[in-house]
C-alpha cells in the first residue's frame, strides 16, 4: 500500500495504475476505521481494480460545537486495517493540502441538505459535497463506494454526480452492523457501557417499523409514532428525528409503497448516532 499525503503523490499514482489500464475506486473516510468501512474497500475491490481510500477529517462538514476536535484519530491502526484489505493508495492529506486557503467556495446542496440530520446539522451536507467534489476531482475514480448507513449523504452525492455530470459512479454499501445490530460507526465509541447497551434499541425499533409495514401498515405516521415510542421506552435517548423519506428526493412520504428510507437520529449521551432501513413492501419484493 502506497501512503500519499500530497493531491501531485495521489494523481500520480492514479495515473501510472490508469497507464496500466486498471479502472479506479475511490472509498472516502474520516478515519477510526472499522469493519463497515473495510466492507466498503471489498465492495469497492470487486468494481475496480485499483482502490485509493482517503482518510481525511474534514473541519468543512463540522458545525461549531461539533466533535471536530476529539473526532477519533487512530492513523497507525488504521494503515493496518488498510493492509489487510486490499487497499493501493491511502491519501492522508493534511487540512492545508485540502484546504490550502481555509475556506474558499463550497458546493450548496440546497433542499435536500435540510431534510433529516440537515434541520441540526445546518451546512453539514455542502461541507460533505464540497470535499468529496475535491476528491472526486483530484482520483477522478470511476466508482466511488459510500454506506447506506449514511443514506441521506448517499442520496445526496448520488444527486450531485448526476447533477454536476460528474463521470463516475456511486456505489451504496450495505450498514454493517455489530452482532447486536447496532449499526457500526466511528462515534461508537464515545458510548458509556449503558448507552452502548440501550443504543441497540435505534435497530429493533427500525425493525419493529418494518414488522409493521409486513402486517400490512402503510401510514408512515403510525409507524413513525410506534418507532419513536419504542426508542423511548428502552433507553434514555434524546430522539433528533424519525422520519420516512422518498429515497431520491429525500421528502417525507405520506404512503408506503416499498423502497422509502426509515430513518432515526438520536442523542445517547455525547454520541449523535444515526440508522436507517430500507423499508420493504411485498410489491416491492415481487
Ligand atoms: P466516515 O468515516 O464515518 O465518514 O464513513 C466513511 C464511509 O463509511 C461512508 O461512506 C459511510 O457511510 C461508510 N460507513 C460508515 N459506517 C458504516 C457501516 N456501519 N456500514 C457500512 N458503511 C459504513
Redesign the pocket.
Known amino acids: 500500500m502506497q501512503i500519499c499525503t500530497t493531491i501531485d503523490a495521489v494523481r500520480e499514482s492514479v495515473r501510472h495504475a490508469r497507464s496500466e489500464g486498471k479502472t479506479i475506486g475511490l472509498?472516502?473516510?474520516?478515519?477510526?476505521?472499522?469493519?463497515?468501512?473495510l466492507?466498503?474497500i471489498e465492495r469497492c475491490r470487486e468494481r475496480a481494480d485499483f482502490i485509493v481510500v482517503s482518510?481525511f477529517v474534514?473541519p468543512l462538514q463540522f458545525g461549531p460545537g461539533e466533535d471536530y476536535d476529539r473526532y477519533p484519530r487512530e492513523e497507525d491502526a488504521d494503515q493496518a486495517k488498510l493492509e489487510s484489505v486490499a487497499t493501493d493508495v491511502l491519501f492522508i492529506p493534511a487540512v492545508a493540502e485540502i484546504y490550502p486557503e481555509g475556506e474558499t467556495m463550497r458546493v450548496s446542496v440546497g433542499r435536500m441538505a435540510k431534510a433529516l440530520c440537515g434541520a441540526s446539522r445546518p451546512g453539514h451536507f455542502d461541507g460533505?459535497v464540497t470535499v468529496c467534489a475535491k476528491l472526486f476531482n483530484i482520483v477522478q475514480p470511476d466508482v466511488a463506494?459510500?454506506?447506506?448507513?449514511?443514506?441521506q449523504?448517499?442520496v445526496i452525492l448520488r444527486r450531485y454526480v448526476r447533477d454536476f455530470n460528474v463521470p463516475l459512479h456511486v456505489m451504496g454499501?450495505?450498514?454493517?452492523?455489530e452482532p447486536d445490530g447496532l449499526?457500526?460507526?466511528?462515534?461508537n465509541q464515545y458510548l458509556a457501557a449503558k448507552e452502548r447497551k440501550s443504543a441497540v434499541s435505534i435497530f429493533q425499533a427500525l425493525e419493529l417499523g418494518q414488522r409493521l409495514v409486513d402486517d400490512g401498515e402503510r401510514d408512515p405516521t403510525s409507524i413513525l409514532q410506534a418507532v419513536e415510542d419504542f426508542i423511548q421506552m428502552n433507553s434514555s435517548a434524546e430522539i433528533d428525528y424519525v422520519a420516512m423519506v422518498d429515497p431520491e428526493t429525500l421528502d417525507d412520504v405520506v404512503e408506503i409503497v416499498g423502497g422509502e428510507i426509515l430513518a432515526v437520529a438520536a442523542k445517547f449521551g455525547r454520541a449523535r448516532l444515526i440508522d436507517n432501513i430500507i423499508v420493504e413492501t411485498p410489491d416491492d419484493e415481487a
Do not use: I, W, Y
Open positions: 472509498v472516502p473516510t474520516m478515519g477510526a476505521l472499522h469493519a463497515g468501512h466492507s466498503l482518510l474534514n460533505v463506494c459510500f454506506g447506506q448507513k449514511d443514506a449523504q448517499l454499501c450495505p450498514t454493517v452492523r449499526a457500526m460507526s466511528s462515534r
